[in-house]
């Protein structure tokens, strides 16, 4: 989903459609309402990243070359959230330590696996990576229950965080796989 359709909808919880309508014509922000629309932006971001941590767990592994033992974590290709494992090309798992934002392992060549956050979106046009299972009206919640977190309004967090967490369990559920119980006769 692009940003700029969760904006809108956003708009729509927060009624805020006349400044979304001006944003569209006027392809950009006006100064009156510049602040808003940076916390939203900031809600939008916020959002995806807990979703992906809390209830996505997107997991990549990559292979990595440790320099005297120790690689930092911001040099993995995406942002790391949570290191989960460290293995050598057999598949074995390697102890390893994290701290100061540096992953310590006594090797020089291992696979990294790691859950990591998306991308922070800035542009309007972009796509927002969120699993295909999650609607953008669950989506939305979770944005306007960030933005109202954001803005102190704890009421009303708490209100769209309830609504947020019930449609995303839907939406979850929704998406697993149920086998049927095996009968043997």
Known sequence: MK????????????????????????????????????????AINNTCESLSYKFLNFKTTEEVSFSSSLIEVKNLSKKAIEILSVKNKQGENLPFKVYDGKIECNTTCALV??????????????????????????????????????????????VYKEKYLNALTECLKKGKVHLPKRRWF
């Open 113 to 158: 696996t790691y859950v990591y956050s998306p991308k922070h979106v800035i542009n309007l046009r972009e796509e927002v990576l969120v699993d295909l299972r999650v609607s953008l009206s669950t989506f939305a919640l979770g944005v306007v229950s960030e933005y109202f977190y954001i803005n102190g309004l704890l009421d009303d967090y708490n």
């Open 3 to 42: 940003v700029l359709e969760i904006l809108e909808k956003v708009c729509v919880y927060l009624d805020l459609t006349d400044e979304f309508e001006t944003v569209l014509n006027e392809e950009g922000f006006p100064p009156e309402i510049l602040n808003d629309f940076d916390k939203i932006m900031l």
